[in-house]
């Protein structure tokens, strides 16, 4: 009688979470370029003697980058399938990273093209595997399923900030940035490896592993519609919002400038390269909190509790910077941001992008939300260095009152998307 129910689901459990893990190594690669970049960054701006304007668009070259593949994959993911459109992104993100870590790349212009190759490949993960972890989940676990791509991206950033602190020790300065680089070709390889083992179509493999919960919910729509018209206003404005706030919180630019904080606060560059690994291993285990929570509590209220976190630790670093605060107290102020952040926003954008949209847009949905998202953090980044030099407590007041903004428009406007189907609240 019941041995058998229960071994075809655990072999049921076991085929989902293994699908779930392969495809979100796409955040493992992302997140190893942003650990990657923020490593290197010093090293770029020494190497190629660049100013606070060039140094900070050679650090968004690759943002803007993703710019032009979030909405380029969000145009032909239904075309070319979840699983094609992650294939085509490893391959292109390997190629360029090899390419990195050439010496033929020694000229500026080549590393920004190589970058922003690099940046057209992640903009196409952040559509494809959210998309893909989305179709695969049924409903009641959705979000700690969607979560599993931020959960590898805070593994690739803690990743590649171990790995940059142990190649500072073991490689010469004049060729450390390659190395950094170069190494993300490893896990866009392995993606690209294991990736034929996913089904095909996510939603067929979905209905497979829940026959009951697929045969109880009302039937897919298998046409496309043009996303930008009237009915789907309110989905494209939560979109919008949830992907500005998300870089207006300062997330990217406290990871990608990390190092430049730490060095203004006192420390050395060994000692600082050595606090990023616990300040993004910290991060990393309350994105693992996030995750457990995000199906329990809901999306909105994470989004209000890491709000206010953020506001706090960021009105508290602008108060800090003028009064030259000992090193511990920057250290334990980013800590607690990033604390917020995993908690919070790090658990739920990609989440809640995923599950605004109907399926007949909700291809191009989820590439219009990333293209936003990607657009407001390579603006913020290349304007950052420059703002920081004219105005360093300004800027932190200003990301600040973002956050306090955020929990306003939470509260009144946003849906809960918490167990319900993707784009039923539209």
Not at 182 to 194: D, H, N
Not at 276 to 284: E, Q
Not at 377 to 389: C, G, K, R, T, Y
């Amino acid at each position: 009688g019941s041995a058998r129910p229960a071994s075809d689901n655990s072999g049921t459990n076991g085929r989902l979470i293994g699908a779930a893990l392969v495809c979100s190594l796409g955040g493992l690669v992302f997140g190893y370029d942003l650990g990657a970049l923020s490593a290197a960054s010093q090293n770029l701006r020494e190497f190629f003697r660049l100013a606070p304007g060039s140094f900070g668009f050679t650090i968004s070259a690759s943002l803007w980058g993703t710019v032009c593949g979030a909405p380029l994959a969000g145009a032909i993911v239904d075309r070319l399938g979840r699983r094609g459109l992650i294939a085509a992104c490893a391959l292109i993100y390997g190629l360029a990273a090899i390419g990195l870590a050439l010496l033929f790349t020694a000229a500026w212009p080549a590393v920004l093209a190589l970058r922003i190759a690099c940046g057209v490949a992640i903009g196409g993960f952040t559509v494809g595997c959210p998309l893909y972890l989305a179709e695969l989940a049924p409903d009641r676990l959705r979000g700690r399923i969607v979560s599993l791509f931020q959960v590898q991206v805070g593994i690739g950033v803690v990743a590649a900030f171990a790995l940059g602190a142990l190649m500072l020790r073991t490689t010469p300065q004049a060729s450390y940035w390659r190395w950094c680089f170069g190494v993300g070709a490893v896990p866009a390889v392995l993606l690209l490896g294991l990736l034929w083992a996913l089904p095909r179509d996510p939603r067929r493999f979905a209905r497979q592993l829940e026959p009951a919960e697929a045969a109880a919910a009302p039937g897919e729509m298998l046409f496309h519609e043009r996303l930008f018209q009237r009915k789907y206003l309110r989905p494209l404005a939560w979109a919008t919002s949830i992907a500005v706030f998300n870089q207006l919180s300062g997330v990217n630019i406290l990871l990608l400038y990390l190092l430049d904080v730490l060095s203004s606060a006192g420390l050395g560059r060994l000692l600082g390269h050595t606090y990023t690994v616990w300040i993004s291993s910290l991060s990393l285990a309350f994105t693992f909190v996030g995750l457990s929570f995000v199906d329990r509590l809901g999306r909105k209220p994470l989004l209000i509790l890491g709000s206010a976190g953020m506001f706090a630790c960021l009105a508290a670093l602008a108060a800090a910077i003028p009064l030259h605060m000992a090193a511990v107290g920057y250290l334990v102020i980013i800590a607690a941001y990033n604390l917020c952040f995993a908690f919070s926003q790090g658990t739920v954008v990609w989440v809640y992008l995923s599950e605004l949209f109907p399926p007949a847009v909700r291809g191009a949905g989820q590439g219009y939300g990333a293209t936003v998202h990607w657009v407001a953090n390579a603006a913020l980044i290349w304007l950052f260095p420059v703002v920081q030099h004219a105005a360093p407590a300004a800027s932190f007041y200003g990301l600040a009152a973002m956050m306090a903004i955020q929990i306003v428009v939470v509260w009144l406007w946003y849906p809960e998307t918490r167990g319900a189907a993707p784009g039923a609240v539209a």
